[in-house]
């Protein structure tokens, strides 16, 4: 292989003219500086190349744009839900025989005369819909069936005798139902059929009775946000439940709602999404393009990593440990990327609803409302680079795995609290009936709320029982608040001192930035350039470097 000439070497990205650096020292030198300008700030990298920093640019749209968008969707979805309760408070009032609002826990009846009599009462305020309510409903009309369904449940074979404390049941459900139709069109005439009231109930061994009926309803509050009326389908359930077989029968209201596409909706002057839709199609591309950018960062990290990892191994026969490898995949990076999937599919989503095509409102909110979360997260990684905030991220990354160590020990003993509590004092108190509602508790105590409530409510049934949550309500308190909170705060507060000495002082150095560190060049030296001599970026046209392909530079 011939020798290279003057003018190639001259023209090369090798050594300078002249110089006396090997090739290996100059290709190390290269690599530092690519590692110094990938840990840069936006300002830094835009010092050294003149970048713009597109990516925070976008990022601060896209909060904008998400923003917006999650609070245009939670006025909409709050009307939703407002309509649906409200009709479900309408439904009780209607169906329920001297219902009471918040009586849901004592609701009930305790002989078969009143059973009975809420039981037709139900089916004739149904009957009596067209007459009666304020709103506009409608009957739905099952094709084959009925439109109402009275159905009850019951044992197959079921003998109870208390007196001989005998019983013999089978346990095989049986289900037998009873279809009412409303007459059209005078549903309350003299001779509508009354057979329902015909209906036996075996009390001796009934699980349950059921009514159950759908109607139809259309919610025009939504034209004041320049939306479609929606066009609701509520699936009603009365529910008499008697699987206890303690006497007490208690009833409630189930509302199921279906929402779909009105036919043929005519709103004068409104209902036209033009402007909402292009909204949307606005955060798909954005949030598309800062996928793009932000995977292609990490990708960019991932291919250094690997580069600084061979090139070590081969010049100083080292391996580069795991905590530097890791320098190199940005966790920023990786929340916004989740960030722009979940807004991506959740604005999908919100399409589909507006244009009725689907009705997931809950998956849609829980979607739209963690994207808005993680990219106003995501904004924290920019005032890292200023050193009065990122004292804060440090000591929370510094703080973070003896916490975790911390809260698992901490775990092993509250659930142990969790399960005792439940076992013992379920039967006792209102607030340790379930293990989800005994940790709930629990975590209120921890945080010194609903104390003397928790002591005051506990039944003294069993003096035993009692004296036994006294010691355990006592300790857990005192354990809990004193101890575990204290070491806790302890933790984060120990971690806080830590950076903060450091900031004063010499502050540890890894592996790989005092590798770095040997890089003397600032941001505004010029040898961050690249040979190309065009710059482009998003916001700027490509510019051509001032120096000629053919100038020589002789040092």
């Given at each position: 292989?011939?020798?290279?000439s ?12 002249g ?9 190390e ?11 840069m ?8 190349r ?33 309509f ?6 309408a ?5 329920l ?20 009599e ?25 094709g ?10 019951y ?17 095989k ?15 309350l ?11 036996t ?46 006497g ?49 960062s ?29 320098e ?5 990076y ?10 991506v ?5 919100k399409i ?19 994207s ?71 975590f ?29 309500l ?49 941001p ?6 690249r ?23 002789v040092?």
């Open positions: 292989m011939e020798a290279p003057e003018t190639e070497r001259l023209l090369g990205r090798g050594p300078a003219y110089s006396t650096e090997p090739p290996g020292v100059a290709e030198e290269e690599l530092r500086r690519r590692l110094k300008y990938f840990f700030s936006p300002c830094d990298k835009y010092r050294a003149g970048r713009r920093p597109v990516k925070l640019g976008l990022q601060l749209a896209k909060i904008l744009l998400v923003t917006v968008q999650l609070i245009l969707f939670g006025l909409s979805n709050q009307m939703v839900v407002t649906k309760e409200e009709n479900t408070i439904f009780k009032h209607l169906f025989k001297d219902y009471v609002d918040g009586a849901e826990d004592s609701y009930a009846v305790y002989t078969q005369q009143d059973l009975y809420r039981m037709f009462y139900a089916v004739e305020k149904y009957l009596a819909i067209p007459n009666e309510t304020i709103g506009r409903y409608a009957y739905v009309h099952g084959n069936r009925s439109a109402l369904l009275l159905c009850q449940q044992y197959r074979k079921g003998r109870i005798d208390p007196a001989n404390d005998t019983f013999n049941i089978d346990p459900i049986v289900t037998d139902c009873l279809g009412v139709d409303p007459e059209d069109p005078q549903p005439s003299p001779e509508l059929d009354r057979s329902y009231k015909n209906f109930l075996k009390f001796h061994k009934l699980i349950n009775v059921t009514i159950q009926f759908k109607l139809k309803a259309i919610n025009i509050q939504t034209i004041i946000n320049n939306e479609i009326p929606d066009c609701y389908t509520f699936t009603i359930t009365i529910t008499f439940d008697n699987k206890a077989h303690s007490r029968v208690k009833i409630h209201l189930d509302n199921r709602a279906d929402i779909k596409e009105c036919k043929d909706p005519s709103v004068f002057g409104r209902g036209d999404n033009s402007f909402r839709l292009f909204f949307d199609v606005v955060v798909i591309l954005v949030c598309s393009l800062s996928f793009i950018l932000c995977a292609r990490i990708i960019r990290g991932l291919l250094l990593q690997h580069e600084f990892s061979r090139f070590f191994q081969r010049r100083y026969n080292q391996s580069v440990c795991l905590s530097d490898r890791m190199f995949l940005n966790g920023w990786i929340l916004l990327v989740i960030s722009d999937v979940l807004t599919l959740g604005t999908i989503m589909g609803i507006e244009s009725k095509n689907f009705a997931g409102y809950d998956v849609c909110s829980i979607l739209l409302g963690t808005t979360l993680l990219v106003w997260v995501g904004v924290i990684r920019y005032l890292t680079f200023f050193q009065k905030y990122n004292i804060l991220i440090v000591t929370l990354r510094v703080a973070l795995p003896n916490v975790i160590r911390f809260c698992c020990c901490v775990a092993v003993i509250y659930l142990g609290y969790c399960f005792c509590g439940w076992i013992v004092l379920g039967p006792y108190h209102v607030k340790f009936r379930s293990l989800s509602m005994v940790s709930e508790c629990l209120s105590l921890l945080n010194g709320d609903d104390m003397f409530v928790t002591f005051a409510e506990m039944q003294q049934h069993s003096y035993l029982v009692w004296l036994f949550s006294q010691v355990y006592y300790t857990f308190i005192s354990l809990f608040i004193y101890m575990v909170l204290s070491l806790f705060i302890a933790l984060i507060t120990g971690s806080y001192e830590t950076i903060k000495h450091q900031c004063e002082g010499e502050p540890p150095v890894s592996q790989l930035h005092t590798y770095i560190a040997q890089c003397k060049d600032s505004k030296s010029g040898k961050y350039r040979d190309s001599t065009a710059s482009c970026s998003i916001f700027c046209c490509c510019e051509r470097a001032p120096l000629q392909d053919n100038a020589l530079l040092n």
